[in-house]
């Protein structure tokens, strides 16, 4: 049986113009070590936490360093990506890579939602995914952010098995968790139609930490910057940043809570 549920996010990468610097940068700030594949693997380079899989660093391809900027990449774990393919290709998708063997570790893919998101699904072999969650130094939660709700809130319950409800939020935030088998596992937000346009769709990856506002304040000592936050919520205390490449992701300190969380509808 897998370890995640169909749908699921269950493992996460960054794509970066320079390894060395990205491990400098996320080796201190959370505390990650570092294993590289083979030769064959082109340098892919899992991160660990308390001797875990939280997350990996690639390189950028050669032609990619000026049309492709760094960033994560969030996977969704399915039985057969095969199938996942397919419904993604019946339902306005686009696979920017076909369903591949990675040796025994598993079967992947690489495609782009409707809205323009990148994103990965990942079937299981010997790599399961995340290794450890929400606790600080590893992943906690994930959220797609689209120009096109509409057209994602079509699209992902299509592909996977995926329960989306709205928040009943009076502040008319256009927000939608999604849940599998009844436990929210991820969220989709609708981009303001006023946001710059640097606020490209992009799948927002959360890493858990003990103290955001500290880690934000280590971020920007290790060269990277804040974009956003941080801000007090009933989900934690977080912020949005980039690493001294460009990738951003965001921090989330759960522990740290302020109101209570909308109901669903």
């Known amino acids: 049986m897998p370890d995640f549920p169909e749908g699921a996010p269950c493992w996460a990468d960054v794509t970066l113009p320079d390894l060395e610097a990205g491990k400098r940068f996320y ?3 959370f505390g990650w070590t570092f294993e590289s594949a083979s030769d064959k693997y082109g340098g892919y380079t899992q991160a ?10 690639a390189p950028q391809m050669p032609g990619q360093v000026d ?34 063997e990675v040796g025994d570790f598993g079967r992947v893919l690489i495609a782009r939602d409707p809205g323009g998101v990148l994103f990965g ?32 809130d079509a ?16 502040s008319g935030l256009d927000f939608k968790v999604w849940s599998v088998g009844g436990t929210p596992v991820a969220g989709r937000f609708a981009i303001p139609a006023d946001a710059p346009a640097e606020a490209r769709p992009h799948a927002q990856v959360y890493y858990a930490v003990s103290d955001c506002d500290a880690k934000v304040a280590e971020v920007q000592r290790l060269g990277g910057r804040l974009i956003d936050g ?23 300190d759960t522990s740290t809570t302020t109101g209570q969380q909308p109901e669903l509808r």
């Open 230 to 252: 941080p801000i007090d919520s009933p989900y934690g205390r977080l912020a949005t940043v980039a690493d001294p490449m460009g990738a951003g992701f965001a921090l989330i």
């Open 27 to 29: 080796g201190e700030l």
């Open 121 to 152: 699904v990942w079937q299981e072999g010997a790599h399961h995914g995340f290794g450890r969650q929400g606790e600080p130094g590893s992943f906690c939660w994930a959220e797609v952010h689209t120009r096109d709700p509409g057209a994602a």
């Open 155 to 170: 699209f992902y319950p299509a592909v996977f098995p995926i329960d989306a409800r709205g928040l009943a939020d009076p």
């Open 67 to 100: 049309t492709v900027p760094p960033a994560w990449t969030l996977y969704f774990a399915s039985p057969d990506v095969r199938e996942t393919a397919a419904r993604i290709r019946d339902n306005g998708g686009e696979l920017l890579m076909e369903p591949m």
């Open 48 to 57: 660990y936490s308390e001797g875990e899989p939280v997350a990996a660093l």
